[in-house]
Nanobody, 126 residues
Framework: QVQLVESGGGLVQAGGSLRLSCAAS????????MGWFRQAPGKEREFVAAISWSGGDTDYLDSVKGRFIISRDNAKNTVTLYLQMNSLKPEDTAVYYCAARTTYGATINGDDYHYWGQGTQVTVSS
């Protein structure tokens, strides 16, 4: 059974940092591109960051460039995806979702991702 399980969300003051993790299991994700998406109340889901299977190619939403860093650990049996979030702003408040493709390349289009986690809440207070 494929599972993507996010953790690391929480409540933080503006300017603070959080590190999200996503443990992917149930199949091999070592050659899968992965990404983070978010959805704020009343808004559509939006792309945040993506990373290719090797970690060599990344892409970011313009508003998080320079503040967020996506990375992955392919070394273990369970691939783990990370999102280091720094200098957080109230507008970053959302449920953050981990997603995985079945192919190599990173993409910003959520429809290209086949597996999704349940999400973790990130709340940034002003």
């Amino acid at each position: 059974q494929v599972q993507l399980v996010e953790s690391g969300g929480g409540l933080v003051q503006a300017g603070g940092s959080l590190r999200l993790s996503c443990a992917a299991s149930g199949r091999s994700f070592r050659t899968s591109a992965m990404g983070w998406f978010r959805q704020a109340p009343g808004k559509e889901r939006e792309f945040v960051a993506a990373i290719s299977w090797s970690g060599g190619d990344t892409d970011y939403l313009d508003s998080v460039k320079g503040r967020f860093i996506i990375s992955r650990d392919n070394a273990k049996n369970t691939v783990t995806l990370y999102l280091q979030m720094n200098s957080l702003k109230p507008e970053d408040t959302a449920v953050y979702y981990c997603a995985a493709r079945t192919t190599y390349g990173a993409t910003i289009n959520g429809d290209d991702y086949h597996y999704w986690g349940q999400g973790t809440q990130v709340t940034v207070s002003s």
